[in-house]
Every structure is written in C-alpha cells, then in structure tokens.
C-alpha cells in the first residue's frame, strides 16, 4: 500500500481580537513612524542564515534578539540618519540583506554577491559573539548589525573614498542610535580618516559644530563621483579637513 500523504500540523490558536480603541492607536503610532522613515525605491528582501544551530554564539544571538525585527530596524535606523530630507533616488538600489551567522574569525563584515553587489551579506562571527560578556551581548549585536547595515546603503564614491571615512559613517550612525559600547573614547591621535570610533566621533562633532545635517551631506556628495579630498570638503564644509581636524583635536583638549 502507498504512504500515507503528509498531514498539516495544525494551526496555533488566534489572539482575542483588540478592541477598536487600542486597534487604531496602534495603527495611527505604526503609521507615524513609518511615515518618518524614508523609503527606498524597493523594499529590501531580509533574509537571515544560520550555518550552525549549536554554538554558543547562535544560541546567544537567538536567545537575546528577535531576528527579522533586530533586522529592520537596522535597516530603518541607517536610512533615516543618512536619507531623512533626501529623495528616494538619493538611496542605494539594495534589493536584499543577508545576516549570516557563522564561525570565522574577527567580528563582522559586508560584501555584494558577486553576480549583484546590490545583494548584500552582513557576516557575523559567533565565535566573537560568544567572546562578549553576557551582560553587553544583546547590545553589542544590535551595534555591530547597525553598523555593518551602513555598509549595505552608504555611498562610497564609486569605491575612491577613504576607508577611514566608510567605516567612521558606520560608527557615526552607530553612536547616533545609541549602540557605542562602552569602552569607546574620543581620541586626538592618529588622523581625521583612522576610521571606526575615531572617525565616528569626530563626525560627531562635526554635526554639532557645522550643520546638523553634514554626515548626510558628506554621505551624499560621495553617490557617483570619484572623492577628491580638497574640493570634496570645501564642497561640504567650507574648509580643509585639516583644519577641521585640527579644530577637533584642540576641542579636545
């Protein structure tokens, strides 16, 4: 006789429906923040993929966030820090994100797939996840994923611009949503394009001292164009990154 077919498993129970009240307060708030968003041409496709269930870090990551809503919301955060105020046509044509949890070494990085570079993958070590106290693991991941989804929208001046300034956007984008770990510290050595929390926190500084809006202009001024550093930052600020660096190491002091 023939193999009984597959049977569906059956369908978990319904929540008690809201009342009315609570149904369009909670639209009208999801509305509202939707609404502040700005949207790309295409809504990204998010997907996650998990190479081993068992490792400690997996676990951790599983344990202490919600992946398709830690996923989101990092894609929401870096499009209203760098996009607020511009036209769609301003934002990367990203068509999907990949978060690859995996065993390697280091914490993280970003690549194109090499058909697309418009579909991008976020690789995420468990072994460093599993290396972070219990304690800051939940927010070190939500970090480390907002900053590496910088790396998925940001404009890179057709790959001509300083690495320092790609990987300080990131981090700037990382301290504007509140996700700088603890041990980060502004520091006056080194240079203006060192990259990371340097970087970071000197276009921190740079946002209060000239412009709200400058870490957008600068991420702006680098979509398809080669980076020519002199004309490039008397196009944004009006001055030499030297002296503005200069500025900030004295404010320092």
């Not at 934002?91 to 999907?96: A, F, G, L, V, Y």
């Amino acid at each position: 006789s023939s193999a009984p077919s597959p049977q569906p498993s059956a369908l978990p129970p319904s929540n008690a429906p809201q009342s009315s009240e609570a149904s369009s307060s909670t639209s009208a708030a999801e509305h509202t923040d939707s609404e502040s968003i700005p949207k790309p041409h295409r809504k990204p496709l998010l997907r996650l993929e998990i190479r081993d269930l068992s490792s400690p870090g997996t676990r951790a990551f599983l344990r202490f966030l919600h992946a398709s809503d830690t996923v989101a919301e990092a894609v929401d955060t870096v499009l209203k820090l760098l996009y607020t105020k511009l036209p769609s046509h301003c934002i990367p044509p990203t068509r999907s994100v990949t978060l690859v949890l995996r065993s390697m070494g280091g914490v993280a990085y970003t690549t194109g797939k090499d058909l697309d570079d418009d579909h991008k993958e976020i690789h995420f070590s468990t072994d460093y996840i599993n290396a972070v106290p219990e304690s800051r693991q939940k927010e070190e991941m939500r970090g480390v994923i907002v900053h590496e989804m910088v790396h998925c929208w940001q404009h890179n001046a057709l790959g001509s611009a300083p690495g320092g300034l790609i990987e300080g956007i990131a981090d700037w984008v990382r301290l504007k949503a509140n996700l700088g770990p603890p041990h980060w510290k502004r520091h006056a050595d080194g240079n203006w394009d060192s990259g990371y929390e340097r970087t970071g926190f000197f276009l921190e500084w740079l946002e209060k001292e000239h412009g709200s809006d400058i870490v957008r202009k600068v991420n702006e001024s680098l979509r398809g164009c080669k980076y020519e550093e002199t004309a490039f930052w008397h196009k944004c600020c009006g001055r030499s990154i030297a002296s503005l660096w200069e500025e900030y190491k004295a404010s320092l002091e």
